[in-house]
């Protein structure tokens, strides 16, 4: 069975320095992971994904994150924290089982951005 | 576009009680999900629809059922209410293939049993 771990269920960094949010996951097959960010009392929304073509996947609002097979790893970053970056972040892989697929989601890190 | 709409928003039951938990999607989507989300715990999945007329359990079913009514709903019952079962409550719905992994989510059900 696929599973990931989200290393820290809550981050504090300062405005306009380095975001790490960090994603382990488990998987008998080549994983397809993804990170969602859920503002406060909204539903999830897709930040980015890998699903097996370029290691180093860019998404919205600045946010990448790098597939990393060796560490069993799928990091997420960002330059540069904003304000508006706070929220929580969810790392989920897919079981790959096509036509029939489901995500396991992580436990969450809730990002907090100090002025 | 409304995309995946969840009624009620808020509801309290009391042990016991039974409610269902609407959700219907207007994208076109073959699989709908309904998770739940509690604080240290992630979304768990309690069932999915990879397609209308199919049905199958996640992670976390029991005390709950299923129905998907047709390709644009699908709704979650809770046939007598317990404690363990507060909670907010998710349905998503998704298009694999080409968009693998993006699930749709709506603003979710929050649901308090006493």
């Known amino acids: 069975a696929q599973s990931v771990t989200q290393l820290g269920s809550h981050v504090s960094v300062s405005e306009g320095a380095l975001v790490l949010l960090r994603c382990n996951y488990s998987s008998s097959v080549p994983p397809y992971l993804f990170w969602y960010v859920q503002y406060p009392n909204q539903g999830l929304q897709l930040l980015l994904k890998?699903?097996?073509?370029?290691?180093l996947v860019k998404g919205i609002n600045g946010f990448e994150a790098e597939f990393k097979k060796s560490e069993t790893s799928f990091h997420l970053t960002k330059p540069s924290a904003h304000m508006s970056d706070a929220a929580e972040y969810f790392c989920a892989v897919s079981d790959r089982n096509f036509g029939n697929e489901k995500l396991t989601f992580g436990t969450g890190t809730r990002l907090t951005i100090i002025p | 576009n409304a995309g995946v709409t969840q009624t009620p928003k808020f509801q309290v039951l009391k042990t016991g009680q039974s409610m269902t938990l609407q959700c219907a999607q207007d994208m076109n989507h073959n699989s709908m999900y309904w998770y739940r989300q509690d604080p240290g715990m992630g979304l768990r999945l309690i069932y999915y629809?990879?397609?209308?007329?199919?049905?199958d359990k996640g992670e976390v079913p029991n005390g709950y059922n299923v129905s998907r009514l047709n390709k644009r709903e699908f709704s979650l019952r809770l046939e007598s209410a317990a404690p363990s079962q507060t909670s907010v409550y998710f349905c998503?719905?998704?298009?694999?293939?080409?968009?693998?992994?993006?699930?749709?989510f709506g603003e979710g059900s929050r649901l308090t049993v006493l």
């Open positions: 890998y699903t097996s073509a370029a290691t």
């Open positions: 998503a719905s998704s298009v694999w293939g080409l968009n693998t992994g993006e699930l749709f």
């Open positions: 629809s990879a397609s209308e007329g199919t049905t």
